[in-house]
């Protein structure tokens, strides 16, 4: 049987390993995104010596467009849910071993609170099977703003009657750019920061809670930038009023 260590070791690989996975799926449906902006303005907007051109027509069209992004909003949304449930599943599986090493026969009875717990924390209702309104799962995966600039990108090449070939050259350095820049790749590293490894820890104090366990590991792994709090801290065992007596500490970056 692996030990508590490895299990935590297990925990934050398998954390990282999602955020690594859920970054190339955004880029993917970033990729497609782009795709369809330019299938959509090859086949539907009237050019002129290859010069997108300026006419009411072509200005009216671009509803077209938004309600096109509409569309693909919501894939994107179901997308990315599908991938975030998956992954948590994961660690929830990977807590239920590592606090089985605790009591064993107890936790069993935990995994379901723990799951349903943690997923409502984040903005979802495993009952329903959907994203809680004003939840952080929706901020998350909506992005309301795609696509109006991209929109607006279109209405500014109709008005300067941009050669068709520019349009997408410079659309797909805004859009897609070199991997972690695009548009969408922003939105996500904004909102997503440390998604798993913050869901991994509300699971963690879950199980924690109705095991009446007093004491955590600061766990997690250290980066190039990591704050000197952190450095000070990672893999020792705090008990919780110490962690508590943290909670007003201010910090930068």
């Not at 970054?23 to 782009?34: D, E, I, K, W």
Request: a positive charge.
């Amino acid at each position: 049987m692996p030990t508590r260590s490895e299990l935590e070791r297990r925990r934050i690989a398998e954390s990282e390993k999602a955020a690594a996975a859920t970054n190339t799926v955004v880029r993917g449906l970033q990729n497609a995104a782009y795709g369809l902006v330019i299938d959509w303005l090859v086949g539907t907007i009237e050019t002129e010596n290859g010069r997108i051109k300026y006419t009411a027509s072509n200005l009216g069209k671009v509803a077209g467009l938004f309600r096109a992004m509409s569309r693909w909003q919501r894939q994107y949304e179901k997308t990315m849910l599908g991938s975030v449930l998956d992954w948590a599943g994961r660690l929830f599986g990977l807590n239920s071993e590592y606090f089985e090493t605790f009591e064993p026969g107890k936790v069993e009875s935990i995994d379901e609170a723990a799951r349903r717990l943690t997923l409502q924390r984040w903005g979802y209702n495993v009952n329903t099977k959907e994203l809680i309104p004003g939840g952080y799962f929706e901020s998350l995966f909506k992005n309301p703003n795609i696509g109006q600039r991209v929109a607006g990108l279109v209405n500014q090449a109709i008005t300067q009657k941009m050669p068709l070939a520019q349009f997408q050259k410079t659309f797909r350095q805004v859009f897609v750019g070199i991997p972690g820049q695009g548009m969408l790749e922003r939105h996500w590293r904004t909102n997503s920061f440390d998604l798993y490894q913050r869901i991994d820890r509300t699971a963690n104090l879950i199980y924690a809670d109705r095991l009446g366990l007093e004491y955590a590991i600061y766990s997690g792994t250290l980066e190039n930038d990591s704050r000197p709090f952190c450095i000070a801290r990672v893999n020792k065992v705090f008990s919780r009023p110490e962690i508590s007596s943290w909670k007003n500490l201010q910090f930068q970056g």
